[in-house]
């Protein structure tokens, strides 16, 4: 086998959209796109792919790429008077040459800093100043990691508040073989029921129709585990007490132009967020919100220990 070398390039992708591939040393690679500073690949180091990203995924403004990674801000879903899920996620990113200091692990050596900024267009929807910065990471193991720094630069005194999302889309073989951990007991607003909140019951969940739910301060780490895949995905977040969970399920499906009817059963988002309590910056104050998120095959989950797995394997 040949040694490769951990690279980050500039490349184009779909329709001419500027892309960077980041690659490490033992084959995992991941990329995003400058349009929404959106991850759309994340594969491992067997060049498997572990995002779901839609076969009819349109790579165009002003519609977002469905699938991947969307970055939610400054609005999560419809909960305000911007367009659904914000603007992040539509607009064009630079990257960020000179990225303020941000301390890391030594095993972060291969990654992107990006930046969006206001437009004077922007400004007249939401007319804040800002700075958002996402460093994109993938680790030598190959897990991907999310940073986001939002910073108020406004100059008025006035202070911003906002609500955010990782929207992540996973790649899994078959939804009604899934189970997700660590949302058990927790509280949740149900989206299908005019946000009701829930106790959600003591079991991993499972997933038979369609869901759309929000976890309210759901604990950092989550696990995806896909049966028939042996796979877990491990969810790691800080900064995002919440964490949001969603499948269209099929009727849902059809009536979403750019998702094939039957993608539903081979994708689940679990998004870590804050929704519930939005995030208010004063001028010159910082955010700092992290994602991390990790594919091992499922013999290796590591999670808190179900008696009844021990006792029934
Ligand atoms: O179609 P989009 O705007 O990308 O939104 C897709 C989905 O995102 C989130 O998970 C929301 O909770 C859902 O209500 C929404 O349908």
């Known amino acids: 086998m040949t040694a490769r070398s951990p690279s980050v390039e500039l490349c184009k992708g779909n329709n001419g959209l500027g892309k960077i591939v980041l690659r490490e040393t033992r084959g995992s690679s991941v990329e995003v796109y400058l349009y929404g500073a959106h991850v759309t690949s994340w594969k491992n180091d067997h060049g498997e792919e572990l ?59 291969t990654f992107v800093d990006l930046i969006l900024k206001p437009t004077e267009e922007d400004f007249k929807i939401w007319p804040h100043s800002y700075e958002f910065r996402l460093r994109v990471v993938l680790t030598i193991g ?62 991993a969940l499972t997933f038979e129709s369609e869901v759309d739910k929000i976890y309210l301060n759901a604990p950092p780490k989550i696990a995806i585990i896909d049966h028939e895949k042996k796979r877990t995905y ?48 004063k001028p010159g104050e910082e955010w700092k919100g992290l994602q ?15 008696p009844h797995k021990v006792l029934h394997g």
């Open 142 to 203: 190959g897990d991907l990691i999310l940073i986001s720094r939002i910073r108020n630069t406004s100059t008025d005194g006035k202070p911003f508040t906002f609500t955010f999302a990782y929207h992540t889309y996973f790649t899994v073989s078959d939804i009604s073989e899934v189970r997700v951990e660590g949302l058990e007991t927790q509280d949740y607003l149900d989206n299908l029921k005019e946000r009701e909140r829930f106790t959600e019951q003591g079991d």
């Open 51 to 109: 995002l779901f990203v839609s076969n009819k995924a349109i790579f165009k403004p002003p519609k977002a790429i469905r699938g991947g990674i969307p970055i939610c801000f400054p609005q999560f879903a419809g909960t305000g008077n911007l367009e659904q899920h914000g603007f992040a996620r539509n607009r064009l990113w630079s990257i960020d040459e000179s990225p303020p200091h941000l301390a890391v692990n030594s095993s972060h050596r």
């Open 292 to 306: 991390e998120i990790s594919a091992v095959p499922s013999s290796y989950y590591s999670g808190p220990l179900d």
């Open 234 to 281: 491990v969810l790691w977040k800080e900064g995002l007490p919440d964490a949001v969970v969603w499948n269209p399920w099929d009727k849902k499906a059809k009536a979403i132009a750019d998702f094939g009817d039957d993608e539903y059963k081979h994708m689940l988002c679990v998004e870590a967020a804050a929704i519930e309590n939005p995030i208010t910056l």
